[in-house]
């Protein structure tokens, strides 16, 4: 790819035949919860491929990057056996999810089920103190990490040098909207973690964002 010399010699991940078809629920929830996931990106599919067959299974399940939170919805319904936590970096948005609280006792519009199983923390994701802090208050690992933060290449390997000790072995981390135009920067970022080799490195981009030169990249933590 031109703006992704580094990418050159990875594994681009095999999509899922059925992923175009009504039995994508990835592609339904994120729609449903007017999440970007469905639509810009359709990193749907790549999230189709990856965890439907699992989806049952996975128990402990982070998100980087909450905003108003849509993106925490469609997880919480997808993954119906998982603790979800989302990391938000935001004191504006700190005070409209309390607020939102004090309204009602649910978060982001979910059913109490779903709802009682979101936690929210609020940190600096790239401070590897803060980090180190949640790493202690958490008694089990991450079956799933997703960085969906800052877009800045350099934030995103402070992120993931934050958070990869709180990933289970097997787990998979998950960097969103790693972008093109960033050029030599975001290539140095990709091949700073090539050189972890804890990692199987793969990455995903459809038509849209290859018109756009954004990658997701697949981080799968080896045994």
Known sequence: ???FPSLDNIERLDISEDVRTDNNIFHKKFMWHGTDKATTHR????YFTLFNDIKYNIKR???IGVLEGNSLAAWSELLPNAAIVGVENSK??????GNMLR???????LDQKDSKRISLRYYDSTSHAQARRERMN???MFDIIVDDGDH?????LATFYAHEELLKTGGTYIIEDMIGMYGVHVNRVIEEIKLNKTYTMTYYQSLA???REVVMLILKKNG
Do not use: I, V
């Open 103 to 109: 309204e009602s006792s649910n978060l982001f519009g």
């Open 92 to 97: 504006e948005l700190e005070r409209s999810h």
């Open 61 to 63: 399940f982070m998100e």
């Open 43 to 46: 990193y749907c599919r790549a």
């Open 209 to 211: 964002n290859t018109k």
């Open 138 to 140: 958490e008694s089990n």
């Open 152 to 156: 800045n290449p350099y934030a995103q």
């Open 1 to 3: 790819m031109k703006n």
